[in-house]
């Protein structure tokens, strides 16, 4: 039997209609760019694998960090215990994060850094004596996962729609002006403003101008209230800087962390907090402690090759990669401007097609995924909006290749 004919036997795939859904792709192996399937093709990996691969599959020094960290010491529970790579990891974080990040906690993907995030915002200030500040501020288009608390925080779509019972109420905003009236009404009940600094992902691949987050932090300060910055799509180069936030020059008082973090490799989620956001745990009261945790919390192998993602970084030029790719992407996408709204940040192009039906329900999304599928390239369309976001090693030639691919099926 193929892998498929046995997939199809006993799975369940995320986000997939199972019973209209294309066979999945079977993937034995991977390089760089390249996923190669079971029946002998060769596909460039247009989205980075959901976003987290930024180095390339199967990339060497990651494998070595990875099997070296393996036969030291594979996993040990995090609380009451402590290790070398969570310890180095979180010094690494410290030092290249936006300053005044000073206190990292780990948890296992984006949703879960999303969810301590609005965890740690709201015991916060019940710490402080203010529990009545519990409302959070979001924007319209977010995506910030699919645990209840971060679909709570997300846009009302189809993605939450089925859980609405499930779901706490947020204030939605459109603008700085919006976020200024309800910051200003809504008094001291707002826990915090959280925002996808200069992008949105999943809502739609929306470039907002540093202004904008700038504009947040400013709004955040004047109602003294925490900023969150989900930057677990953003982080570690995707919009251009290492952080999303530094395009704006600002620091969060929260920032979330996840996919790049282990350029593609393992699952693992970052919190960072300010000191004051830590101290105000501090306390002979048991009660105030932040009673939050997972099994898998700072996974050593995980945090090991973290590490040796953020020295490819420091030794390689990968920013400087991001810099080419987004010259490239920009004269691509250039030439889509008659289908519709182009948008190019760092390693990620984007052109929103004129649509009668716009979102991610558009039928157009599967046809064009199959018809990039046919040339070679795997892309997931967000319904009318087609992306491009390749791992950050991409050579120039492969990306003129993608780019021809693309602008043939969509001119
Ligand atoms: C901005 C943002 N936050 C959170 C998440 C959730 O991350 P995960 O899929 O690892 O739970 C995503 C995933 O796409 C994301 O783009």
Known sequence: MSLVDRDRAVLWHPYTQMLTAPAPLPITRAEGVWLYTEDGRRILDGISSWWVNIHGHSQPKLNAALAAQARELEHVMFAGCTHRPGVELAERLIEILPKGLARVFYSDNGSTAVEVALKLAI???????????????????????????????????????????????????????????????????????????????????IVWPAEFAAGVRRLCDRYRTLLIADEVLTGFGRTGKMFACEHAGITPDIICLSKALTAGYLPLGVTATTATIYDAFLSDDRSKTFFHGHSYTANPLACAVAIASLDLFRDEAVLANVSRLEQQLRAGFESLRARGNVRVIGGIGAVELASDRPGYLDQRGPELAAAFLDRGLLLRPLGNVVYFMPPYCITESETAWALDQIISVLL
């Open 123 to 205: 015991q916060y200030w019940r710490n402080l004596g203010q529990p009545d500040r519990k409302t959070f501020v979001t924007l319209h288009n977010a995506y910030h996962g699919d645990t209840v608390g971060a679909m709570s925080a997300s846009e009302d779509s189809v993605f939450t729609r089925a859980f609405s019972t499930l779901t706490f109420p947020v204030e939605r905003v459109h603008s700085l002006q919006d976020m200024e009236q309800r910051l200003r009404d809504a008094g001291d009940s707002v826990a915090a403003v959280l925002i996808e600094p200069m992008l949105q992902g999943a809502g739609g691949m």
